[in-house]
């Protein structure tokens, strides 16, 4: 992940500008402009080799010393969602940029937003702003020192200093940890597996990784409860994390007993995607489906392989799937597999589906889509009146990935019904491409 930077300040200032000029003088990539110039924007900065990204926050208006002196619980409506978005913004970033007019001079806002940025005890730069030449540079300079911040005076609209601005924020970035993996998809895809002795779960492991397997931690002085084996297949590396539990649990007599539903899931907190093995003759039993159901209210990642269909008859596999699809209707996004561990029969399907899962969770939405998806998705089918008040929605933001997490701002979330819930979760499921990975869906108020 690359370290984030927020410019923060009163609206005006001309954080924009400078969020425009930063991003375009480097030709990087920025998410889509959004309608709503109040909303928050991402960027990539870039120079050399180096790389952040830029927050350009909403401003905060309304009366301006409530927001800070009282805390957002004071301010009402869009205004206080901007305030939350700030506070968000500072908390995802690892310094901040406080932005301030240099011909207006310091205002007692811009002082209470430096208390609310010092607070954070991130590195601060202050950035003063529409200074359109050296001439100006001195005028409200010492005014600005006071914060005891490191200051520097430019021109989002002119480019004065903005190349040493950009040094300067590259600055206040952490030292890069060498040893840190560059790129999400450098690092090996981990894959748990979980299900009922004897379901096929260490013959699947084989089947997958062939004589290729390597263990990796099967050192003397390791548990021998994590042995993880590592296998390079057509020039992508995965692991199959804790594959003694699975060997382990396979040998127990008594696997009603042992097969127990919370030490599986330990093993998919350390993977990034879970194949939930069953046996397709056994079918789905109580503890399956308790099993899948955790799964799926932790939102993790996962899918589930049926295997050994070399034992279903072949007119039996439509009513096989037929069955599974009925029982699952709880959670439509998750994959089923048929599989034979034995004769290879759709094997070949689970690791790109593991793949297209994994990535589907690291999606990032622009707030240009964002905004047009919300629109569209109103439009479309409103939602119901409740208690006499039909629902009124604000924005849309994606606040996390892994799982995507989206907020949906409201007046009044207790309004918005878990069928109506469900309808933009499968809107956005389709125009975001998260097919198959978990996603959460929030509503907030904005009263
Ligand atoms: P934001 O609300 O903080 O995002 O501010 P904007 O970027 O929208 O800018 C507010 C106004 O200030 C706009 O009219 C800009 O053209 C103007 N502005 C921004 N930067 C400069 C600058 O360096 N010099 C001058 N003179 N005006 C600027
Ligand atoms: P685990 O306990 O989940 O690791 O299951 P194993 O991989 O040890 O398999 C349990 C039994 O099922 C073994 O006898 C396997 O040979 C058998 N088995 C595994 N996969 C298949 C399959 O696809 N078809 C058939 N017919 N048998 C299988």
Redesign the pocket.
């Known amino acids: 992940m690359l370290p984030k930077i927020a410019l923060i300040g009163r609206p005006n200032v001309g954080k924009s500008t400078l969020f425009n000029r930063l991003i375009r003088s480097n030709r990087a990539i920025t998410h889509d402009r959004p309608g709503v110039t109040r909303d928050r924007m991402e960027g990539y900065v870039k120079v050399g080799d180096r790389k952040f990204i830029i927050i350009d926050t909403g401003g905060i208006t309304l009366d301006e010393h409530a927001a800070v002196a009282e805390g957002p619980d004071e301010l009402r409506g869009f205004e206080a969602e901007i305030l939350r978005q700030t506070e968000e913004a500072i908390a995802d970033s690892v310094a901040l940029c406080l932005v301030v007019d240099g011909r207006e001079g310091l205002t007692p806002f811009d002082e209470s937003l430096a208390a609310y940025v010092r607070k954070s005890g991130k590195p601060v730069l202050l950035a003063v702003n529409k200074v359109d030449g050296e001439e100006m540079a001195d005028l409200y300079m010492a005014e600005f020192h006071t914060l005891g911040f490191p200051v520097i005076p430019l021109s989002g609209a002119h480019g004065f200093n903005v190349r040493a601005f950009s040094g300067e924020l590259f600055d206040l970035l952490p030292p890069e940890d060498e040893d840190a993996p560059q790129e999400e998809e450098e690092r090996p895809l981990k894959l748990a597996m979980l ?10 492991v084989n089947a997958l990784s062939g004589s290729r397997r390597m263990i990796v931690s099967d050192v003397a002085g390791t548990t021998r409860d994590s042995v993880d084996i590592a296998v390079e297949l057509g020039g992508r590396r995965y692991v199959f994390v804790d594959t003694a539990g ?2 382990r ?2 040998k127990i007599q008594d696997p009603v007993e042992r097969y127990s539903v919370n030490s599986s899931l330990k093993s998919t907190t350390k993977a990034d995607v879970t194949l939930v ?1 069953l046996d397709a003759v056994e079918g789905l039993t109580q503890q399956d489906k308790r099993l899948i159901d955790l799964l799926d209210e932790r939102k993790t990642p996962f899918m589930l392989v049926i ?5 279903v008859p072949r007119d039996g596999l439509t009513a096989l799937k037929r069955l599974y699809d009925d029982a699952l209707t709880f959670c439509k996004h998750v994959p089923i597999m048929y ?5 290879g029969r759709g094997v070949d399907k689970l690791l790109p589906m593991a793949r297209k899962i994994n990535k589907e969770c690291y999606v990032r939405v622009g707030t240009g889509l964002l905004n047009r998806t919300l629109t569209e998705a109103v439009t479309r089918h409103q939602p119901p009146v409740v208690k006499r008040v039909r629902p009124k929605f604000f924005y849309l933001t994606q606040a996390e990935t892994n799982p995507p997490t989206f907020v949906f701002f409201v007046n009044d979330h207790e309004r918005i019904q878990e069928s109506y819930a469900r309808y933009l979760e499968k809107f956005m499921r389709k125009r975001f491409e998260i097919e198959h990975a978990p996603m959460r869906v929030r509503f907030r108020s904005s009263h």
Do not use: C, E, M, T
Request: net charge positive; hydrophobic share 35%.
């Open positions: 299900g009922r002795p004897n379901a096929g779960k260490s013959s699947l699975v060997r649990r396979a093995v295997n050994k269909i070399d034992l599989i034979s561990a034995r004769s």
